[in-house]
């Protein structure tokens, strides 16, 4: 009788056996792509943009403050939290847009802020 390892059974067993091994060996769980993308390849993410808070906004808004020129006064009262402005020259309208304008610079809508608006006597809307 002749040997199991000699015979034609155990050289079919033993291909079979390679073949799946280096099939199962090609299909590892978490390696789908390391052929494709090389060894020095890597993932870049984009950096997402900083987006700051509306309270980052308006601190360094207040950094800036007072501003105080001959058309208008911008100040913050932080104990009734709460911006104070003040149109000196006319057109008031004119200068009140400028104020806006400042405010919107550091993305601060109006309407999530207390501002009280005032003028010198004779300058008014």
Request: glycine fraction near 6%; avoid cysteine.
């Amino acid at each position: 009788m002749k040997s199991f390892f000699k015979s034609t059974k155990f050289k079919v067993f033993v291909s079979v056996l390679i073949f799946f091994g280096f099939g199962f060996y090609l299909l590892r769980p978490g390696d789908e792509n390391k052929e494709s993308q090389g060894s020095d390849s890597g993932v870049y993410y984009s950096p997402t943009p900083a987006v700051e808070s509306p309270a980052e906004n308006k601190s360094k808004f207040i950094t800036f403050l007072p501003i105080d020129n001959e058309n208008y006064l911008v100040e913050y009262f932080p104990d009734r939290d709460y911006f104070f402005v003040q149109i000196r020259k006319n057109p008031y309208s004119f200068y009140k847009k400028q104020v806006e304008d400042i405010f919107g610079q550091f993305k601060i809508p109006l309407n999530s802020v207390n501002v009280e608006w005032s003028s010198v006597r004779g300058v008014g809307p």
